[in-house]
């Protein structure tokens, strides 16, 4: 299949290459020459605009950091899409964006889906990230050949934007949940009690979660190489407190953990991983 | 081995008969005089005080509602103590209870150790309970034999009052997931999107949980029927926040789970699971 | 002075008639045309466009509904200036969007202040509105002929949307205090005591406030009538939200007002006065 | 009129005092003899014992420095009273506390009332406090003459814990007020606005409040003398979460407040004014 690839930073990068890898005609553009020149080395090959890249493809990725520049790509992709284009938006940004990206897509003829992945850079290069699609379904069925082979777990989730509320609702449970286990790590030492035993005590139980299986002994011993950064996750939540708006509901933990993993950032944690929101209860309390 | 068991309720019941079916010499006592009863159907003994159940034994196991019954029972306990009487509350009490406890059994060369459980009713029937366990290694190797025959995971945490320590920890988490995963439902379905759908992806990766893995489908469906009941939640909640405060840390988490657990009580849902904190997040949106 | 007023609604209405009667020559432009002939009926002149209203003019003042409406009028603003022109766009909007139209404005020598203002539609009427204005020193001295008309206060509080970070400012504390209030009043009656008497003696201390100045006894009474409605106020908490983002730090306690004011929304409040807060405190423990 | 005074602390000393320099003839008692010297050096005299203090005097003020305190004194107080008693304890406690004396005392026919104070030390020693009365109506009619020399603002607020309740009121809003102004002041300040002009607006309009008159100033110039100490108002915070759980109600602000207060007191700042909040809010972003 011709796929046009837009946006090839550290995840886009890895991801297009794995389409080239399972036999794709694979044309990129990045604001960056080097990194198209990195995928026209993989075997892809290099446009130097949106709309070259997009011209001819029966297929358009694009992989962008926030909102403000799918709002800006997504009108050139529409432009130049050729009849029956399928149009995978795979970026996080808010529901609301993605619904008028279907909206303009729509207008045109053009298939769009909102496909953001979870999985981080690690899954972006192993091709195992989860994808959680928006969408009508016979338009999914059409994509499940492209992103099979980004991803093991792909999910149609509802009509346009429901992609992105599913993320939403996801990184906002994650970054609770890194709140939670952060004050039940600074309780336990508070009080003298060692944190390994005690976590292992809650991993075991109904207190268990991936983060405990997958953080507690890297947050005990505060590593917090990333991993999935702060300044991703801080983007988010602001991404969680949109969409909570935008569907008109009140969420009072989101609210709050918003606010930690904000705090987070102002401390200068951006760049770690976020179970370094350990140090913002921390901090807390010293 | 002789064992005196106070405070046969939901939970000391089946507790102190798995006891007897282990082959140990129970007597039983509880405020009430037909559980005691039941007790000696079940083949154990019958006491009618506090201080004829634990006059001779060798071990003295108390299963109390909260701190108040612990700080009266416990003198009784510690007087009428053989030597070298080993002492397990298991109740569920403020760390600072159990060190208190503790002093006044050192004080009179009894060993204590606070060994609060998680597993609910279901874990006390079937002797599948997680004990977390304060006080001495050499008692908590000594108390093994005897906690063997109640759970299945048994884990030397601390100190004394470590073992209520941890359990705080472990409810101010499964509380806070409960809060996390509602906030998820509530904005699934609010913006149109299929919970089921929505919330496997979530079970799937990193916002994965038990409270997920076990409570999702019932969760939104809206069926509550207890399991663990709010109104015990709130009574943890009350000493995760008191744990908190002897140890002299802020949890600002913990503190607003707190107060949404508290809620869930005030519209009267006291007696339904404690995943009907879900009920109070749809409440604050309708 | 010949002056444009663009947005004509419930503040803008009185406020043009206020600059009419001041002895001003003022054209008003508002999307609907029945507002402009309200206007042009209080001795104002009427236009058809924006573009229509601005020529000419020596001030322009836009007083629109939020960020959206000020980003698609301020180009046409700009456009069609005078030499030197007074631009005051008194919306209540984010920072960020006052810089950037202090920006777009620059580039073409037109002097811009961002001049949100409090004391809601009586202190329209009245003349008596607070108004924050940000910006250039010389141009607050320019402006300040036209704002006397308009309100009492006039505080130059910094550069270019600064006047915006304190109306942000006031809305969460305003929030909050409404906030808190409503919690003294639900733990008052549950605990039996009378609210009356309760407030009087918090009023007349240090927990004293405009809030229970003006508002207590129509909160005891559950009187709602506008007054600023939750719909205004839940907006508003947007803007603290997005100001605090964009200045890069964690406010914990507005993040938690934004989700109260948003129950009151999400609960069918939004055309009640915002002391209405005490309903989602009340529906909490209901 | 011959008065017991128990507790001549910070508060309690110059309480005692007045009432002396009212012409009542007061007996003082403390736990430290340096205290009671001094009192006797103003004209008072001197006890060894609350038996002893009590034994003969008309009315009883106990000031404590919390519950547990009032729990050990009460029954002394109650045991060796004279018939038709006045026992005001004006310590700042938990309202179920206070219910619990006020029984003990109709037991025996003592006359209880719970009278907390508002003011802090300038307000005691100019005998200007506030002071919130639960209680009898008669008895509190009674009790106006002595308070009078305590206090200028007497108000009789409900049944026995009402004074409490009250109490536990003003201090969640205080709390939260100074939370509020200190991310008002961070808001301000991060986004390059001059902290005094801006709190100068709010401090003029519906966010005014007691706080920003007296404290607005020292806040921006980090001047945190107290005053009232953050170690109080945590415990004050404590009794307010304990009192809306007697109550029943769920508080999320105050869950919140409470928290921000514990961390300024897990900083460090225990011996600071309660303004000093605003170096929690501050640390969250540094």
Known sequence: MTIAFVGLGIMGSPMAANLVAAGHAVTGYDVSAERVDELVARGGKGAS????????????????????????VAP????????????????????????????LAAARGVRALDAPVSGGERGAIDGTLSIMVGGAAEDVEAARPVLG????????????????????????????????????????EASGVDPVAGLDVLAGGLAGSRVLDLKRHTMIRRQFAPGFRIDLHHKDMGIAIAAAREAGVSLPLTGQVAQLVAAARA???GSLDHSALLKVIERLNS
Not at 54 to 70: E, F
Not at 93 to 103: D, L
Not at 158 to 180: E, S
């Open 76 to 103: 050139d992709v529409v432009e130049h899409a050729s009849p029956g284009l399928l149009y995978l938006d795979m970026s996080t940004i808010r529901p609301e964006t993605s619904r008028w990206v279907a909206g």
């Open 149 to 188: 082979a980004l991803g093991t777990t792909i999910v149609h989730v509802g009509p346009a934007g429901a992609g992105q509320t599913v993320k939403a609702a996801n990184q906002l449970v994650v970054g609770g949940i890194y709140g939670l286990v952060a004050e039940a790590i600074v309780l336990l």
């Open 267 to 269: 401390q200068g944690h």
């Open 49 to 72: 605009s949106v709309a070259e890249a997009v011209t001819g493809a029966a297929v358009v990725i694009t992989m962008l950091p926030d909102s403000p520049q799918v709002e800006q």
